[in-house]
């Protein structure tokens, strides 16, 4: 887990994802190579953030939102601003399902 947050009626989750087919085709060579050597020796990470918003009382989830996979620096806390974009995506998902509920 990456971070989470609780209302009085909600969670907020965000969780790394593993990325099985990264697409490096738009990289150049010796950029993707690059890339591959500092993951490999452990200066960089390769992955994806899902954000999940669910309700405490009935545990439904509400919204689930994905980012498209990216590396970060291992000291970057704050996943070169990818966390907020998923999070503030996955409030504003949720928001509209409870919208249509609270309409139907």
Do not use: C
């Not at 050597?37 to 009935?58: C, H, I, M, N, P």
């Not at 919204?63 to 999070?87: E, I």
């Amino acid at each position: 887990m990456v971070w989470v947050r609780h209302t009085a009626r909600f969670k907020v989750e965000v969780i790394k994802t593993r990325i099985a087919d990264f697409d490096l085709e738009y990289e150049e060579g010796e950029s993707v190579m690059e890339l591959l050597t500092e993951v490999a020796k452990g200066q960089r990470e390769l992955f994806g953030l899902s954000a999940y918003v669910e309700t405490l009382d009935t545990k439904l989830e509400l919204a689930g939102v994905h980012s498209a996979p990216f590396t970060r620096s291992l000291t970057d806390r704050f996943f070169d601003g990818v966390l907020s974009d998923v999070v503030y995506e996955a409030i504003d998902e949720a928001r509209d399902v409870l919208n249509e509920l609270e309409a139907a």
